[in-house]
Structures are given as structure tokens and as C-alpha cells.
């Protein structure tokens, strides 16, 4: 299946009705499949069965804290992309998000098209897509360390060579155009 026919589903967690409302409406007009939930518990069990493309994650939800589903979803190897909303403008709040493995922040309140404009910039990091290790037979490529191993032996690859490979790898058993 190639990466960019997978359907754009996001998950939306959100304890406001309003918000969840105005959101998940406004992304489904822009052609996104959107689950939304709001609680901690719900978004780990819908994590848990669900590939999301992306999350948009409230901090301050009635069970817990948004930033437990990042280290957790971290912790068990899911690169997801997670964009956090939250009212809390703080540097410290940030950098710590960012630290427990969130990729973006908007703060509350904030405007629609930024929203948007953010979630299809974290769509188009390519490990977003199929996770950051692509694995082929004896090879596995980790995207993000840029690091190649055969049979579990770490090899060194040129940043060149490794663009090229893992292009190969993302569209394996088809015919990869020279240009591309
Ligand atoms: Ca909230």
C-alpha cells in the first residue's frame, strides 16, 4: 500500500464539546477522516486499534494530562505525530511538551487555518506516515538516525545513498521513476 493512499485519519482529543465540535467539523470540510475522543483513557484505547495519521491532543482533559499520552505513545516506540492544543502559553510548558515527544504546539485560543496549516505540515514529514524504521527482509532503515542495519549489524551509509534507499524501501515491489 503506498503512503500517501493511506486515508488521512486523525484523532481528536478534546474534553470541550464546543472545541471538539468546531474542530472535527472544520477538518472533515478539509477532507480528513477525524475520530475524536475526550478523555485519556478513550484516546489510549483508540490508540491502541486504531493507525491514526495524527493526533491533536488538548493538555488539560478530565482524567489526566494530555502530555501522559505522549510519553506513553513514545515510550511504546509510536511516532505518531502529535500536535498538542492547549491554553497553557508557558516556554517551560512547551519545551517540556516538546521534550515528552510532541511535535507541534498551538496555543488556545487559535485560528482555524493554523490549525490546518500545522497538521498538514506534520502529514508531509515523511516518518509520518509508516513510522520511522522501514524494514525489508534482512534490511531495516531508521529514518530519522539515518542508520542502516543488515541482519540487526549496524552499517554506515552516506546521506546521499541513504535518501536514495529509503526511497526504494517506502515504495518497495514498485517502480520508482529515476527523478523521483
Ligand atoms: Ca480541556
Known amino acids: 500500500v ?11 482529543v478534546e474534553d470541550s464539546e464546543r472545541l471538539s465540535n468546531l474542530v472535527a467539523g472544520g477538518l472533515t470540510k478539509e477532507g480528513f477522516d477525524v475520530d475524536t475522543v475526550t478523555t485519556v483513557a478513550e484516546c489510549l484505547s483508540a490508540l491502541a486499534t486504531t493507525r491514526f ?3 491533536i491532543l488538548d493538555l488539560g482533559l478530565p482524567d489526566g494530562d494530555g502530555l501522559s499520552v505522549v510519553q506513553y505513545l513514545r515510550a511504546q516506540g509510536n511516532h505518531t505525530p502529535v500536535l498538542i492544543l492547549t491554553a497553557r502559553l ?3 510548558d ?3 511538551g516538546l521534550h515528552d515527544g510532541a511535535d507541534d504546539y498551538l496555543g488556545k485560543p487559535f485560528a482555524f487555518e493554523e490549525l490546518v496549516a500545522r497538521v498538514r505540515a506534520l502529514l508531509r514529514r515523511p516518518a509520518s506516515y509508516i513510522g520511522r524504521e522501514l524494514r525489508l527482509g534482512k534490511l531495516a532503515f531508521d529514518s530519522e538516525a539515518r542508520e542502516i542495519a543488515v541482519d540487526g549489524a549496524q552499517s554506515a551509509i552516506a546521506p546521499r545513498e541513504a535518501a536514495v534507499l529509503e526511497a526504494l524501501m517506502r515504495r518497495s515491489n514498485r517502480v520508482v521513476p529515476k527523478k523521483m
Open 94 to 96: 512547551r519545551v517540556k
Open 53 to 55: 495519521a495524527a493526533v
Open 2 to 12: 503506498a503512503a500517501h493512499s493511506l486515508p488521512m485519519r486523525l484523532l481528536l
Open 90 to 92: 508557558s516556554v517551560g
